[in-house]
């Protein structure tokens, strides 16, 4: 099957700073990436779809000043959190849709803003 | 919006045992999938169904899509440790075949 890779799998950083998280369909082109947030014991929730070349489409309550999305290329999709917060910790998870019956998901990044 | 409740929430059984779960939409739905996701990790498909009263299996696993269209089963037979983890059903929004909405989650658990 696809393989969607996720950079990085973890991350601690301090409150008021910024992350970016990648999200690389490694062995196809990928037309639309998703993003997809987890809090624990709890669902994924779709935040924003990113398609190659054009703005994000962001969920309602969904800030998209907060949470920016750059899906520069075919293969990369990003996801930047801006001036994290400890609310904002969390398991980002991205999928990558090519064309095809299905989307494939990446194996999450865990952030803890401290 | 649309909204997939699954049941039951979580679950312990033994090794070996069978294990039934379901997923109810408020609307309806023309695809349904059922996703295994293990702790840290992202979601993985088991089974995609595509049309109403379809029974797949894949392996232990058996999947049906409801004929109402609003609701869908996964039955594991004979259970293993692996089994364990969360077991979430999916259906595309409306106009976007790739574009999910999740389910609860059921959270399955196996004892020797």
């Known amino acids: 099957g696809a393989v969607v890779s996720q950079h990085p799998s973890w991350v601690i950083c301090k409150s008021g700073t910024s992350v970016k998280i990648e999200c690389r369909s490694l062995d196809f082109q990928a037309t639309t990436m998703f993003w997809y947030r987890q809090f624990p014991k709890q669902s994924l929730m779709l935040m924003a779809t990113s398609n190659e070349g054009s703005k994000a489409t962001y969920e309602q309550g969904v800030e998209k000043d907060k949470f920016l999305i750059n899906h520069a290329s075919l293969t990369l999709s990003t996801l930047t959190v801006t001036s994290a917060h400890p609310e904002d910790s969390s398991f980002y998870i991205c999928?990558?849709?090519?064309?095809?019956?299905?989307?494939?998901f990446g194996q999450g990044t865990r952030l803890t803003v401290v | 919006g649309q909204q997939l409740n699954q049941s039951p929430q979580s679950m312990f059984i033994q090794e070996g045992e069978d294990v039934s779960m379901n997923c109810t939409s408020s609307?309806?739905?023309?695809?349904w999938l059922w996703y295994k996701q293990d702790p840290g990790e992202g979601p993985v498909l088991l089974i995609a169904?595509?049309?109403?009263?379809e029974l797949t299996s894949n392996g232990r696993l058996t999947a049906q899509f409801g004929i109402t269209r609003k609701d869908s089963f996964l039955n594991i037979s004979a259970s293993i440790p692996s089994d364990v983890g969360i077991y979430f059903c999916?259906?595309?929004?409306?106009?976007?075949?790739?574009?999910?909405?999740f389910g609860t989650g059921t959270r399955l658990q196996v004892t020797l």
């Open positions: 999928s990558a849709w090519g064309g095809g019956t299905e989307a494939f």
């Open positions: 169904l595509y049309k109403a009263g």
């Open positions: 609307s309806i739905f023309n695809t």
């Open positions: 999916a259906g595309p929004n409306t106009g976007t075949a790739s574009k999910l909405t």
